[in-house]
């Protein structure tokens, strides 16, 4: 029920302020074929050249990233889970081919911001009104995962996706964390934001979409 739409790349808007990388989570480059915004950006304050890639299926083999998660605390969530925001969700995860693991997500808010919040995103952005996906990052299974990035999708009131896909964040109101160099232990934790916006109806869930067990069927939390 919630898919996440497949968007084209004039839909993508890019280069924001805090924006800490080239290309989007799966690795492409973003709106090459349509303007984007060319505000400067802070240089990154931690290492994070390698592209993300996406996890590996629960339960099976079959995922992009191979092999089923290491193992760890609770119950891998199944596939089309429906979460409310607060909820904690052990989950695979997979950020390169040698950074995979056990994590656990818990969205703690979705927070609705301004429109006026989205200037520095340029005229691509005008009539957009953006979302704050809040959330607390866990590694569960004890693996290497330094540096790595997590990234949540938008959900409309109906459950269709957003259509639009932004590189960057907003500094104060939604600051896109990358795991500490100390996120190699079991119980080691950060927090992070997810950004998302539209211009049709309200963003009222999160979902989490990475590999092929979970493409059709994400797990989402709901406000």
């Keep these: 029920m919630h898919k996440r739409r497949i968007v084209s790349a004039a839909a993508v808007v890019a280069l924001g302020p805090g924006l800490s ?9 973003a709106a090459t074929d349509s303007p984007a915004a060319s505000a400067p950006a802070p240089a990154p304050s931690e290492p994070d050249s390698e592209a993300d890639s996406e996890s590996p299926a629960a339960d099976s ?15 891998v969530a199944a596939p089309g889970t429906e979460l409310e925001v607060g909820d904690r969700a052990v989950l695979p995860f997979a950020y390169t081919s040698d950074k995979k693991g056990t994590i ?16 520095a995103f340029g005229d691509k952005a005008k009539g957009m009104t953006p979302y704050f996906i809040k959330m607390k990052v866990e590694n569960v299974g004890g ?18 996706g957003t259509g639009v896909v932004l590189i960057g964040d907003i500094p104060g ?5 990358s795991a500490p160099r100390e996120f190699t232990t079991k119980g ?14 309200p963003v009222t869930a999160a979902q989490f979409d990475e590999g092929d067990t979970y493409s059709d069927s994400p797990v989402v939390w709901a406000n």
């Design 61 to 75: 083999g079959d995922g992009d990233g191979g092999d089923a998660p290491a193992g760890g605390e609770g119950d």
């Design 173 to 177: 109101k939604c600051d896109r964390e």
């Design 143 to 160: 693996t290497d995962l330094s540096y790595a990035s997590l990234k949540l999708d938008g959900v409309l009131e109906g459950g269709a």
């Design 188 to 201: 080691a934790s950060y927090e992070t934001c997810s950004l998302t916006a539209t211009k049709s109806a």
């Design 21 to 29: 990388a080239c290309s989007d989570d799966d690795g492409e480059p």
């Design 104 to 119: 656990a997500v818990t969205v703690t808010a979705i927070e609705k911001g301004a429109e006026a919040d989205m200037a």
